[in-house]
């Protein structure tokens, strides 16, 4: 049964940096792409943020947030990272973990399990 528990979110300021982690269990992590969605406060729809191949040897980021943050993957600990600096305040919202069918392909309509989420909140 594949699991995904995320952590590291919290309270930052604009500007501030914050590190979500992704520990997974349940699969062979390392044959799967992974990725980081979010949910704004408010919202219903869920936007995709970031992606990673299974080998980490692509990256794929939403216009929104590239050039900011940085994902990455651990394939020996099981563990996906999203390195989020220069916060804004629209980044604020619960995001969530993710797992791809597919090595390589990374969006929305490609991923089959979530994790519960890590809410995070950008104020002053």
């Given amino acids: ?31 799967y792409a992974m990725s980081w969605a979010r949910q704004a406060p408010g919202k219903g729809g869920l936007e995709w943020v970031s992606g990673i191949y299974s080998d980490g040897s692509g990256t794929e980021y939403a216009d929104s947030v590239k050039g900011r943050w940085t994902i990455s993957r651990d394939n020996a600990k099981n563990t996906l990272y999203l390195q989020m600096n220069s916060l804004k ?13 597919y090595s390589d392909y990374v969006t929305l309509d490609a991923l089959d399990a979530w994790g519960q989420g890590t809410l995070v909140t950008v104020s002053s």
Wanted: aromatic share 10%; proline share 5%.
């Fill in 89 to 101: 305040p629209e980044d604020t919202g619960m995001y969530y973990c993710s797992k791809s069918k």
């Fill in 1 to 31: 049964q594949v699991h995904l528990v995320e952590s590291g979110g919290g309270l930052a300021q604009p500007g501030g940096s914050l590190r979500l982690s992704c520990a997974a269990s349940g699969f062979t992590f390392s044959s």
